[in-house]
C-alpha cells in the first residue's frame, strides 16, 4: 500500500501516540522532516525527532506526530492492484 500522503488526507493511526489510541481517525497537517522546526498554536518551538507527519483529530483534540508508515491511508479503494488488474481480464 503507498503512503504517498498530502496535506489534508485522513489515515488511521497503527500505534498508540500522544493523546491518540491506535486505529484513530486523523487529519494529516503538515510533513516534517527530522530536526525540522515547527511553532505549535501556543507558540513554543517544536523540533521534529524524524521525518513524520503531524496529525490532528478536531478542535482541541490535540496533535499528534507520526512516521508514515504507523499511518494507513483512507482514500480510494483498498484492493491491491495486481488483483484489479485480474478482474479486468
Do not use: C
Not at 52 to 64: F, M, N, P, S
Request: hydrophobic letters at 35%; glycine letters at 10%; a negative charge.
Amino acid at each position: 500500500m503507498s503512503h504517498n500522503f498530502k496535506p489534508g488526507d485522513l489515515a488511521l493511526t497503527l500505534a498508540t501516540k500522544f493523546r491518540f489510541p491506535a486505529m484513530s481517525q486523523v487529519e494529516l497537517i503538515v510533513f516534517l522532516r527530522e530536526d525540522q522546526k515547527a511553532e505549535e498554536p501556543d507558540g513554543n518551538i517544536w523540533t521534529a525527532p524524524y521525518d513524520g507527519w503531524v496529525a490532528g483529530r478536531g478542535e482541541g483534540e490535540g496533535y499528534g506526530f507520526y512516521k508514515p508508515t504507523q499511518l494507513m491511508p483512507l482514500r480510494g479503494d483498498f484492493e491491491h492492484e495486481q488483483q484489479k488488474a485480474k478482474e479486468a481480464v
